[in-house]
């Protein structure tokens, strides 16, 4: 999906990069990172779908409230961390499930 979003390149202010909602994703595994522990790091599992790995910027003020399912809405990204490339969810905004 990631190889086919990248046909829609260049984005930015006239042509946005596409935008996801998935509902009711279970929380696998969650902390914070970066300075000051500003950032939420998630692991987000939906049903039959293998957990992916997730960051939320500046959304490090969840961690102690986040409920065990929740909804979000991202960008799909590839983390490239030491040679690995990762498929990762940019979230941009999280609430517990409806």
């Known amino acids: 999906l990631v190889q086919e979003l990248a046909i829609l ?3 930015g202010h ?3 990069k596409p ?3 998935t509902r009711n ?6 902390r914070t990172v970066g300075a000051k522990d500003a950032h939420l790091k998630l692991k987000l599992a939906a049903d039959r779908v293998a957990p992916i790995d ?4 500046r959304l490090g ?3 102690i409230d986040l409920p065990d399912c929740v909804d979000v809405v991202y960008e799909l990204d590839v983390n490239v961390w030491q040679g690995r ?3 990762q969810m940019n979230i941009l905004d ?3 499930a409806t």
């Open 19 to 21: 935008i996801f909602l």
């Open 85 to 87: 490339r990762n498929l």
């Open 54 to 57: 997730a960051i939320g910027f």
């Open 9 to 11: 390149e260049p984005t």
């Open 61 to 63: 003020r969840w961690l």
């Open 14 to 16: 006239h042509n946005p």
């Open 25 to 30: 994703v279970n929380v696998v595994d969650k």
């Open 94 to 96: 999280i609430r517990p």
